[in-house]
């Protein structure tokens, strides 16, 4: 009687995989290298079991989707917690997020890929614009400004500009923009 070598399965590191290959590819080669052949081939796991997680390329994408949004969130809690004054903490939270991409290559270079896809997917544009909405309408209170809607729009704009390298800034400027556009939230 034959015993077959089984390894242990771990499918919520294989679901990880799948997702950062993914993101890999769309970052490096754009959205049309995203196919199920192309990541599971990447990802090194049968096509069987990359459908196992994700039924289709959409699938794939929202799951991508969910997991950045998931880190986003997390991050967004985390200078909520630290900013003690309740006017605009919301956008001055949501304005360090985004900023600080930029000191996190792994989620910059992911965020790149789904940025495309916020651009060409219009379920994916829903899924985002409606984060957004539940998430303003928490802070509905302390955050209905046109100063953090500005600020919450220049956050995206700059945010834009650095995934597609289309200005040059130096960090002193850059940080300028950024502790201006916090005091803004402040509505001083």
């Known amino acids: 009687m034959s015993v077959r070598h089984q390894r ?3 499918p919520e590191l294989v679901r990880q995989q799948l997702l950062e290959v993914a993101a890999r590819l769309t970052k490096e080669q754009g959205l049309p290298s995203v196919t199920l052949d192309a990541v599971s081939r990447a990802a090194g796991v049968s096509k069987g079991g990359l459908l196992h997680h994700f039924p289709s390329k959409m699938a794939l994408l929202e799951g991508l989707f969910d997991d950045l ?3 986003f969130d997390a991050a967004i809690d985390e200078e909520l917690r630290q900013d003690a004054e309740p006017h605009g903490r919301f956008s001055r939270a949501y304005l360090k997020a985004v900023t600080n991409l930029k000191y996190n290559p792994r989620e910059q270079g992911e965020w790149a890929g789904v940025a495309l896809a916020l ?10 614009r409606d984060w957004l909405d539940r998430r303003c309408e928490e802070y509905v209170g302390t955050d209905s400004s046109v100063e953090a809607l500005a600020v919450r729009l220049a956050a995206d704009g700059l945010w834009f500009a650095e995934l597609i390298d289309s200005q040059e800034m130096d960090d002193d400027t850059r940080q300028r923009l950024v502790l201006r556009l916090g005091e803004l939230t402040r509505g001083r």
Not at 119 to 128: D, F, K, N, S
């Open 119 to 128: 651009l060409t997917e219009p379920q994916l544009r829903v899924r985002y």
């Open 69 to 71: 949004i998931g880190h």
């Open 8 to 10: 242990k399965k771990q």
